[in-house]
């Protein structure tokens, strides 16, 4: 059963819109991933799962370190290559994720995305059906934009993009220090959704583990800055 923070009306009250993040926020990196690890070596319980998700880290260990060591453990070549292509195909969009973002869609509240990474991030918002649920425009990538999370203005070009003021915005996310520090030091307001047992955030104003229990939370005004 997920737990969340209980939401204040002082918090929520003057929410607009809604930033996500992609990886281990809108759907499950760490499941794809495994998918896919599980794909390279053929079986679905290879005694090597477990080390491969532990030098992994989330996807946070140095990538080209963590697929050197992965390729000298397999006998394959150009892993991270691969993996880049191939993640996209083994990445599925949970309900919690359907049930938020068809509501948000219903109701026209403004959203967007904002994810570190390069051309796969892209691959993944198509095979997620994310298209149902955004424009491709509002998929905004690191790569493209020229400013990673943490940095604030990968946040403010989001807010530039929705026209809303930082403060009018909640972002979404499963990193402490690069989604919820970095939307707080932006101004946005923020919403850490993370396991049940993590220790808690200090910059979130809400703690979550199920996308599924914002939707009854969230009193947006979807008007427009002229």
Request: hydrophobic share 35%; net charge negative.
């Amino acid at each position: 059963m997920s737990k969340s923070s209980s939401p204040s009306p002082d918090r929520l009250r003057s929410l607009a819109g809604v930033c996500f993040d992609l990886d281990n926020t809108l759907y499950s990196r760490d499941e794809a991933a495994f998918r896919l690890y599980q794909s390279w070596l053929g079986e679905e319980d290879h005694p090597l799962l477990d080390e491969i998700v532990t030098h992994d880290r989330g996807g946070y260990s140095p990538r080209e370190e963590f697929f050197q060591w992965l390729e000298s453990q397999i006998g394959e070549h150009d892993l991270w290559a691969r993996f880049r292509d191939e993640l996209a195909s083994f990445a599925t969009l949970p309900d919690d994720s359907r049930a938020l973002l068809s509501s948000l869609r219903d109701h026209s509240i403004p959203r967007a995305i904002l994810s570190n990474g390069g051309s796969a991030q892209r691959r993944k918002f198509a095979a997620l059906g994310l298209e149902n649920y955004f424009c491709s425009s509002d998929l905004f990538v690191s790569s493209e934009i020229g400013h990673s999370k943490p940095d604030r203005q990968a946040f403010l070009t989001v807010s530039s993009h929705l026209h809303f003021p930082p403060a009018s915005l909640l972002h979404i996310g499963d990193h402490p220090q690069l989604d919820i520090r970095g939307a707080r030091r932006a101004g946005l307001r923020t919403c850490w959704l993370t396991a049940e047992k993590a220790p808690s955030c200090e910059d979130a104003d809400l703690t979550i583990s199920s996308l599924h229990a914002l939707i009854e939370h969230l009193p947006f005004r979807p008007r427009r800055e002229s």
